[in-house]
C-alpha cells in the first residue's frame, strides 16, 4: 500500500487535535489502535512520567486531567528533521506514519511524536504516542551558557568577574544539590542550569571521572558515541565509536569544566534533615576535610543503582593465599600472566575481565555461571543503537523519538521480534553452546538492552568472548554455587576444585536503596517509591519524577536516559520553584497551584 505521510498525518491530527481541544478523553483514545497501544506522557496531564496501555486506560487517564490540561494550537511539525515520514514497524510487519507536533497548555508549550500504523480494519491508528512538556511559561530553557555572553564595552561590567560572583552565590545558597558527579548527575546540572536553577554537585570521588577511571582497565562503552553523547556537547568528529574507560573519565572532566558546572570534588554529604515548615533541607557538606552548613530545597541522588559491591561470603575465604578482589576493583590482566584465574560471574564485566586475563597470557581462565546470562554480539546491540541514533541527525531529534516509547514498550517490540535476533545470534550461540554456556536472549527473549533496565544484570554484549570461549581459552563451569576456598582452590556446590591464583567476583553490587537508607534515615526511606526496574506502566521506577518525600529526587538509567528525561525532572523542579508544582513529593498532580 502506497502511503502520503503528508496527508495521513494531517489527518490524523485534525482528528487529534479536535479531541485534545475539546477534552475529549474517549475520542482521542479512539484514535489509537484497538489493541497493543500506548501513550507516554511526560508531565503534560499530570506532574508525573507515565504510560498507559490501550485505549481503556488511556481514556480513564485523560478523563479529568484532559480538560484542566486546556491544550490548544495543535500544529504538525514539518521541519526537515521531524516531518511526517514512512517507517517500517516489524513489529507489526507494516509500513506506518510518523509524526510529530506542537501544542500550547495550560502548564506551557508541549510537543508529541506520534506513530500510526495499520489497525484490523486497515485504517491507519496511532501505536504509539508521546506527550512532552516542553516549556514552562516564561522560563525557556537558555540557548546559551548563562553568564558568558558578551558584555564587552559596557561599563562597571567584567564576564569573568560576573561568572565568579554567579559561582560564590550558588555555592553558599543553591536551590538544589545533586549528589554524584558521573554521567548523570553532570547532565541534570547542565540541564538546570540552562533553566536557571542554582545547582551544586557535590562528588565524594578527588575528580570529576573517578568513578569511571576506578573500574577495570579494558572497560570500553558498549554502545556507540552518538548514545552516549552527553547534553549540548558533541563529541569531536575523530572521536572512537566506542570510548575507553579513561577517556570517557577526562571527557566528563572536561564537560564539567565547559559547561560552567559548580561541583565540588572530595565531599560528602552528611545526615540530611528536612524542615518541613520551611521545605528546605540542613545538609552538612563535609569539603576537603572542612564541614559546610547549606540549606536546598531539593536533593538529586544521581549516585546511579550501584551501591557497595556485593562479594559473596564464601566459607574459609581466609585461608585463602591467593588474591580476591571484586571486579569493580580489577587492575587489568597483565598482573596474573601465567596465573589461574576463576571468574565468577556471566555479565559484561565478567567476560570482559575473563577476556582480558586470557588475552594476557593467564595460565588457565574459568568462569562461573550459576544461571543463564542473555547473551548478545555487540555489533547487533549497536547496529540497533545506531539506527535510533544516526549519525547526521541531530541528537535533539534522535532524542526525541526514541524516548517517544517507554522502556516497557521497547521490551514489547523486542519480544514481538526476537526470532530475527535468534537467528542472527545463531553463530555466536554455537560458539557459547561449545563452551558449555548457559544463555537465552532474556526470560521472554527481550534482549539486552531491555534487560539492563529490569534487572542490571545478568546481561553482555560480547566482541571477541565467544571466540576464547568455543577454543577453550576461557572455560566455563555453570549451575553450581560456592562452597568453600582451600589454600590454593575454589571449589564448587558440586565438589568441582578450580585450581586458583586469582578469584575475581563480578557479582554485582547491593542496591542503592541500602546505602540511601544509611544516609537519609528509614524515615524518609520508607515514604520513597522503590528505585529503578519497569513499574507495571514499563517506566523506571521512582526516578525522575515525585519520589514520595518532598525536596527529594533519583536519577538513575544509561547516557541516553539521563540526557532526555533530565528536560522532565527540570521542567518539575523549575515549576515547584516558580509555585507551578505542588511540593510534597506526591505523584500525579494535575492543573496548576492556583495563586
Known amino acids: 500500500m502506497s502511503l502520503n505521510p503528508q496527508s495521513v498525518a494531517s489527518n490524523w491530527l485534525s482528528a487529534c487535535a479536535s479531541a485534545l481541544e475539546g477534552a475529549d478523553a474517549k475520542a ?6 484497538q489493541d497493543g497501544a500506548a501513550l507516554r506522557d511526560l508531565s503534560v496531564f499530570t506532574w508525573d512520567i507515565r504510560c498507559l496501555n490501550g485505549q481503556e486506560k488511556i481514556a480513564s487517564y485523560l478523563a479529568n486531567s484532559l480538560a484542566e490540561a486546556h491544550i490548544t494550537d495543535v500544529q504538525l511539525n514539518e521541519t526537515s528533521e521531524l516531518a511526517p515520514r514512512e517507517f517500517m514497524s516489524h513489529m507489526h510487519k507494516a509500513t506506518g506514519v510518523e509524526l510529530a507536533f506542537t501544542f500550547k497548555s495550560q502548564r506551557g508549550i508541549g510537543r508529541g511524536l506520534a506513530r500510526l500504523v495499520p489497525d484490523h ?48 552565590r550558588v555555592e ?7 549528589v554524584g558527579a558521573a554521567q548523570t548527575g553532570l547532565q541534570i546540572a547542565a540541564r538546570f542550569k540552562q533553566l536557571d536553577i542554582p545547582t551544586l554537585v557535590v562528588e565524594r570521588l578527588p575528580r570529576v571521572g573517578d568513578t569511571w577511571r576506578r573500574r577495570y582497565p579494558t572497560l570500553t562503552l558498549h554502545t556507540t558515541k552518538m548514545h552516549h553523547t552527553l547534553l549540548y556537547t558533541p563529541f569531536p568528529d575523530n572521536w572512537p565509536e566506542y570510548t575507553p574507560r579513561d577517556k570517557l ?16 570534588t572530595n565531599s560528602e554529604l552528611q545526615s540530611p534533615k528536612y524542615d518541613h515548615e520551611h521545605g528546605r533541607w540542613d545538609v552538612t557538606v563535609v569539603r576537603d576535610g572542612t564541614e559546610v552548613k547549606l540549606h536546598p530545597a531539593h536533593l538529586v541522588f544521581a549516585t546511579g543503582t550501584l551501591g557497595t559491591p556485593n562479594i559473596p561470603n564464601v566459607q574459609n575465604m581466609e585461608r585463602f593465599q591467593g588474591r580476591t578482589v571484586h571486579s569493580s576493583r580489577f587492575p587489568g590482566g597483565a598482573l596474573f600472566t601465567g596465573l589461574n584465574a576463576v571468574v565468577v560471574g556471566a555479565g559484561n564485566s565478567a567476560i570482559d575481565i575473563a577476556q582480558d586475563l586470557a588475552l594476557r597470557g593467564a595460565k588457565s581462565v574459568t568462569q562461573v555461571q550459576r544461571s543463564r546470562s542473555c547473551v548478545m554480539t555487540r555489533d547487533y546491540v549497536c547496529h540497533q543503537i545506531a ?25 514489547t517490540v523486542s519480544v514481538a521480534t526476537q526470532e530475527m535476533a535468534w537467528e542472527a545470534h545463531k553463530e555466536l550461540h554455537d560458539k557459547l ?30 566482541s571477541g568472548g565467544a571466540d576464547l570461549i ?4 576461557i572455560k566455563f563451569k555453570t549451575g553450581q554455587g560456592l562452597a568453600e576456598f582451600t589454600k590454593n582452590s575454589l571449589v564448587l556446590t558440586d565438589g568441582t576444585e578450580l585450581p586458583a591464583d586469582l578469584v575475581v567476583f563480578a557479582t554485582g553490587y547491593y542496591h542503592m536503596r541500602e546505602t540511601n537508607t544509611e544516609l537519609l534515615g528509614k524515615d524518609v526511606i520508607d515514604q520513597t517509591e522503590p528505585v529503578y526496574g519497569l513499574d507495571e506502566e514499563g517506566e523506571i521506577k521512582g526516578s525522575y519524577r515525585p519520589s514520595g518525600h518532598p525536596g527529594l529526587w533519583f536519577a538513575t538509567g544509561d547516557f541516553f536516559t539521563s540526557r532526555f528525561l533530565s528536560k522532565t525532572l527540570a521542567l518539575q523542579v523549575k515549576a515547584i520553584q516558580v509555585g507551578l508544582m505542588p511540593n510534597d513529593g506526591r505523584r500525579g498532580h494535575a492543573g496548576i497551584v492556583k495563586a
Request: proline share 5%.
Open 28 to 33: 482521542f483514545a479512539s484514535l489509537f489502535l
Open 121 to 168: 480494519d486497515g485504517e491507519l491508528r496511532a501505536w504509539t504516542v508521546l506527550t512532552q512538556l516542553y516549556e514552562l511559561p516564561g522560563h525557556p530553557e537558555f540557548t546559551t551558557l548563562p553568564w558568558r555572553d558578551d558584555i564587552t564595552g559596557i561599563a562597571d561590567r567584567d564576564m569573568q568577574k560576573d561568572f565568579e560572583k554567579w559561582v560564590q
Open 172 to 178: 553558599a545558597d543553591p536551590y538544589v544539590i545533586i
Open 249 to 264: 573519565a577526562d571527557w566528563m572532566e572536561h564537560y564539567a569544566s565547559i559547561q560552567d558546572l559548580v561541583i565540588w
Open 387 to 411: 539506527n535510533a541514533f544516526p549519525e547526521g541527525m541531530s541528537l535533539g531529534a534522535s532524542d526525541f523519538r526514541f524516548g517517544a516509547m517507554s522502556m516497557g514498550m521497547l521490551k
Open 433 to 462: 553452546r561449545k563452551g558449555g554456556v548457559l544463555f537465552d536472549l532474556g526470560p521472554e527473549g527481550q534482549g539486552v538492552y531491555p534487560l539492563v533496565f529490569e534487572r542490571l544484570g545478568g546481561e553482555s554484549s560480547t
Open 470 to 473: 568455543a577454543d577453550g581459552r
